[in-house]
């Protein structure tokens, strides 16, 4: 490989405090790297605290001796030569602007499912139209979209653009998050622990996993089920013996516990932290550090002591970094199409599945069937996010009442057909203008 072909640009996007996740997952790849060097180019768009991140980022890069860069740009200066886009899906506005719809409807939907589609809809114009201009100027990189929604996005994005082989999915940090959790409770490093998992985001299972090559499940379970006695966990952690006692099976991701009613001790007091709770706390740790001159420490360990934003999903972006930059091969969660046997699907319909990334390869990692029981919720999800993408590629309000209506139980029909044309009258011409004639 050429060193042309080793210098990895990346375009982020709206991405806010997560550059510095991504920066140290970045910085802690390459300086663990036993082969040629490999240099990362950060270009910082729409964000108006670019210049902030980017002297953060060097600082970070000549604290750790690595070829790492950041530098603020204007969104099409940032997608030229870019061989990654990241994007935050979310905008403020539009997170306004649906609260209203949804306050004036007089209906919240529950998050994972109709929820998930409303907040799609409200974040799609701005998607799409980014989408629109990465796939005419970066057309080789792969488009990963970051928060709610974003594998409804992902599915519309390859619905209207994919024409080419151009790539969108979603990413989310509950994967990784569970990974560094287990670590911490079963007191195993980060990277021995693996995960085979299936399922939509936020509603998935683990099918199978392992730590340090031993069987999870089988050689395990009973140290799982005891964690439950503990007095010292963390609200996510307590979910995970209860979930497991359940089902025989965890959930993939740290802190996802819907539909089940916590229950059995999983609620209670919010546990031991060392670091305060929200993105504004982190984000005012980064100003400091930039203050100061002095780039934080970060060192792996439970997501909740970082002083970074979701810290495991910037470590698993750097292991992708370094898969594109090098063709070495590395295994990140990401919501992709999968046309095989975790539920059954069309490869239309987005799933949050393993993912093997070596140099331009991106492909789903064979998952095998979700065990009955537990496969019926994250089915039905998936088929009203492909219906709600649908709808996204091409807006019309009988199409998004359809994706509202696949899950019925969780509204009134007078809500249902009330959200659809609400969602549709505040944002479908928005729509229609990003994704074009």
Known sequence: MTAAARLLRIACLDCGAFVASLAHGIALAQAAETGPPWAVELALAGDPAAAASAAYVELLAARDGVPLSAAPASPPEALRGARLVIAACEGADAARRLDLVQRRAGWMPPPEGPGAVASAVAFAPGVLALAREAARTAPEAPLLLLGSGADVLAGAVRRRFGVGGFRAMGFSPRVDELRAVLGHLLGAPEEDILLLHGGVDQVGWVVRFAVGGRDGYGELGDRLAALGGRPDLRPAERLIPAVYGLTGMLRAGAGSVWPFAPGDGAAGPPGPRSFPRGVPARQAALSAAVARGTALDAAGGHPDDSPLVAAPAGRALGRMARALATGELAIVALQMPYAG?????????????????????????????????????????????????????????????????????????????????????????????????
Not at 344 to 372: C, I
Not at 385 to 412: F, H, I, M, Q, V
């Open 341 to 437: 046997d975790v539920l059954g699907w069309s490869p239309e319909v987005t799933v949050e599945v393993p993912a093997a990334v070596a140099g331009a390869r991106v492909e789903p990692v064979a998952v095998g069937p979700l065990p009955p029981g537990v496969d019926g919720i994250p089915r039905l999800l998936g088929q009203q996010r492909s219906l709600a993408s649908d709808y996204l590629a091409r807006p019309d309000e009988a199409a998004l009442c359809r994706a509202l209506a696949a899950t019925p139980e969780w509204g009134r029909m007078d809500q249902i057909r009330g959200m659809a044309a609400a969602l549709h009258a505040e944002f479908g011409t928005d729509l229609l203008a990003a994704v074009g004639p």
